[in-house]
């Protein structure tokens, strides 16, 4: 795997691990050219990803494939008047062709933008307005390319509108991508490292949603997710159930995992459901499994036994927090312990239980060595064990690969979370007396009762240890004797 290019492999403790822990940065990174083209290169017929959907069909691609495809794709986007440093969304849910056309944008030098086709005609004119898109494309249903053609009809910026397959006023990309020819010039002048590779749209609880920019070392920084999180390596087959429109997808769907030589496993669906998924589980043989807990509770409501998941040894969740009913049930049905981590589209995972770690129930694990991490209270100081603050990263050294360089076009909301020599998350957490950090929810969002500090989550793990419960929410409402939030 090319993983031993950039970080250290021959870790054998957690300890180990966080002591020496260094990203092997080079000059100049292009995830595309070094990563996938130089597979292609070395073994052009190793698996890179095995796609399947609902009706049935099935895709198995190679490097070397992915390698000739995305060069058609390049000349796709040339040929439109795309280049380097222009923004394009991508709204293609799980279609394999979202790897392809993400490829060919990167070897043009353009800024991905991934999206969720569930946007209105509003969602995408704010995005396309507030990054400056270049071009768009979108899945083959009718609804979505409804709202695109209503949302791109009001956004000058655009250059070029494609769809899979054949569509009144799109650019039917499947069929340019047959006629392109195979040969791409890789441009003599490449993005730097410290430019902007990809745009994350992440809401928060006020205003609309900010633009994260991440830059062309993103990839590297995912290493980590991958082999010390994901525990991947050359032989594994793995699955983040992630729709491409999510950041979630960027810590488990393509960086990472390709540079760690695993095989993607990706299956496309609409709607979830927890024996189907299973089933292609057991069907690819599938060893590494990623989702939020959400599916998790969903599955411990099946009969687990009914499936052969002897292929599988190791899983993850991130996203929200794992209640411990949940953890406990699905390790008893297979046993296998889920591995959680924190992060935001902003980071990678910032605490992470790794594989060295045995997993605590209710813990998000302890800090990636990939950042400095600190829990501080309001004054920026650091808390003592067991004490509630916010989760942190410390900046003395500059921004580390992985971190957000800012919010685009965003100064205010920018400044707002860089202050102090501190990258601030916004979501807190407590720490026990051996690192474990155990997530309490947004800043914003813990209730106050009486006078002390409720986190929701703690409340919502109470109440799935009933067996008549599979999904809760608590959230405040105003007391007249126990106050308003």
Not at 159 to 184: K, P
Not at 382 to 403: F, Q, Y
């Amino acid at each position: 795997m090319l993983a031993d290019k950039y970080i250290r492999t021959d870790f054998t403790s957690q300890e180990d691990f966080e002591k020496h822990f260094q990203l092997n940065i080079p000059e100049h990174f292009h995830f595309a050219y070094d990563v996938v083209d130089e597979y292609a290169r070395l073994s052009p017929d190793k698996r890179a990803m095995i796609w399947c959907d609902t009706h049935g069909r099935e895709r198995t691609f190679t490097f070397g494939e992915f390698s000739r495809l995305s060069d058609k794709a390049a000349n796709v986007f040339k040929a439109q008047g795309l280049k380097k440093g222009d923004p394009v969304l991508l709204m293609l849910k799980r279609r394999y062709q979202f790897w392809i056309a993400a490829l060919g944008l990167l070897k043009v030098g353009c800024v991905l933008i991934p999206a969720t086709a569930q946007f209105q005609k509003k969602d995408i004119v704010y995005r396309v307005q507030a990054s400056g898109t270049r071009a768009l494309i979108c899945v083959d249903e009718p609804e979505v390319r409804e709202q695109v053609l209503a949302a791109a009809a009001e956004c000058d910026s655009l250059l070029a509108v494609f769809t899979l397959g054949e569509a009144e006023g799109f650019l039917n990309f499947d069929q340019l991508l047959e006629e392109a020819d195979e040969r791409w010039q890789k441009p003599d002048e490449l993005p730097g490292n410290d430019d902007m590779m990809l745009m994350y749209f992440t809401s928060g609880t006020t205003g609309m949603p900010k633009i994260a920019a991440h830059t062309w070392t993103y990839p590297l920084a995912q290493t980590v997710t991958a082999y010390y999180w994901h525990h991947l390596d050359d032989s594994d087959i793995h699955i983040a159930v992630a729709d491409t429109g999510w950041a979630k997808a960027g810590w488990g769907k393509m960086y990472g995992q390709w540079i760690c030589g695993a095989t993607l496993f990706v299956y496309d669906f609409d709607r979830f459901v927890a024996a189907d998924l299973l089933a292609r589980l057991a069907e690819y043989h599938v060893t590494s499994f990623c989702a939020p807990p959400t599916i998790y509770r969903f599955f411990i409501k099946e009969e687990l036994s009914r499936y052969d998941l002897s292929a599988l040894r190791w899983a993850n969740c991130a996203g929200e927090p794992l209640n411990p009913e949940v953890f406990d049930q699905f390790l008893k049905a297979t046993g296998i312990k889920i591995h959680e981590a924190f992060g935001q589209s902003e980071t990678t995972p910032l605490l992470m239980t790794s594989r060295w770690m045995t997993p605590k129930a209710g813990s998000t694990g302890r800090p990636s060595p990939a950042y400095d991490i600190a829990l501080v209270d309001a004054e920026g100081n650091d808390v003592d064990d067991g004490v509630e603050g916010e989760i942190c990263i410390r900046l003395h050294n500059g921004n580390p690969p992985g971190l957000l360089t800012g919010y685009y076009r965003g100064r205010e909301q920018t400044d707002a979370v860089f202050y102090g020599d501190l990258y601030h998350t916004g979501d807190l957490a407590w720490r026990d007396t051996e690192g474990y950090y155990f997530f309490i929810g947004r800043s914003d969002d813990v209730i106050k009762s009486s006078g002390y500090r409720i986190g929701p989550f703690e409340v919502e793990s109470a109440l799935m240890t009933h067996p008549a419960v599979l999904e809760c929410a608590v959230t405040a409402v105003p007391h007249p004797e126990r106050g308003r939030w």
